[in-house]
């Protein structure tokens, strides 16, 4: 199933800001609530999908993580997932020249609110990413990344 990312305001069915609750049933699969630090509100987990959801401290999902199940996000007609990191990376960059990458984990660009991991991306830009996500916008200020 295809989950169309909306720059900075949503992913498939999720909008940034939905309750825990408006997502789960957005969602519309089995899913369990993973704590996953102590500082930090638990997240829902939507095993089946490979689908991840954290939640911000009013309580409103911020941040959506794919990790290649029955999810797949699509992001500008591409998906995310299916594309060598060096190509999306290229593409990318054509519509936020200030991309951000790290060494060892991929790229995201706060601009577009999408996110690539890709750990082997340095070595091996040609492989796919081993995820993607879509966050809402100011998630990395609120959070000081």
């Given amino acids: 199933m295809e989950w169309k990312i909306e720059s900075l305001q949503s992913v498939g069915p999720v909008r940034f800001g939905m309750s825990r609750a408006e997502v789960r049933s957005a969602v519309h699969a089995p899913f369990r609530e993973v704590r996953k630090s102590v500082t930090v509100p638990t997240i829902d987990v939507f095993e089946t999908l490979l689908l991840h959801v954290h939640y911000g401290a009013d309580g ?3 941040f959506v993580e794919f990790g290649g199940g029955d999810a797949t996000p699509v992001f500008g007609g591409r998906n995310l997932l299916k594309a060598s990191f060096q190509d999306l990376r290229a ?25 690539l991991y890709a750990p082997a991306g340095d070595e091996e830009p040609e492989r796919l990413p081993e995820g993607a996500s879509a966050f809402a916008a100011g998630y990395y200020e609120r959070h000081g990344f």
């Fill in 91 to 115: 593409w990318l960059r054509t519509m936020d020249p200030h991309l951000e990458e790290e060494e060892g984990a991929g790229l995201r660009s706060r601009k577009l609110g999408v996110a």
């Fill in 60 to 62: 409103g999902a911020e």
